[in-house]
């Protein structure tokens, strides 16, 4: 198959895909989907090919012309409702998805902020084990001095106590 009939081939499927979204197929809209390939000559023949197709797809046997035109008519008015209404369901959506992403983002700085506040939090909690830690270390020292004076009143009370018995 040559350049010109692959390109032909592929500009009739475009055309069938943009259809099918709901949009009216055009040279442009083809060139576009194609990613800017292809001769406009086989584009357009390509786009021919589509609409010879489409129109072999509304022909039925005995109906005249004019309800032939009506039923296209009834079609491209149901594709551009149905693309519409598409749009507005569209745009409602990415409103909520933009309201789900900043309530996202809220939620994030508010799980971060809570992080840093644990962070900060445990290190205070840290800081202040060890000056717990330092004060039992003193009150353990206070405890020894303690129970060595009270040894050392004890005695000389003893000494004393002695002392009082030998001189009476």
Partial sequence: MSARGETRRLAHAAA?????????????????HLGGRGGQQAIIDGLN??????ARRF????IPESLRGLVVDFWDRATTEAATRWQDERQQWEGRLAECQAHTQHLDAQWQASLARIVDLT??????????????????ERDEQ???LTNLLEREQAA?????????
Wanted: net charge positive.
């Fill in 59 to 62: 022909e039925i046997p005995g």
């Fill in 123 to 140: 290190a205070r909690l840290a800081r202040e084990q060890a000056q717990v830690a330092d004060l039992r270390g003193l009150l353990g």
């Fill in 160 to 168: 004393r106590d002695a002392e009082r018995s030998r001189g009476s």
């Fill in 146 to 148: 303690m129970r060595r």
């Fill in 16 to 32: 069938c895909e943009i259809a099918a979204k709901g949009q009216r197929p055009s040279i442009a809209a083809i060139r576009e």
């Fill in 49 to 54: 090919d589509w609409i010879a197709d489409a």
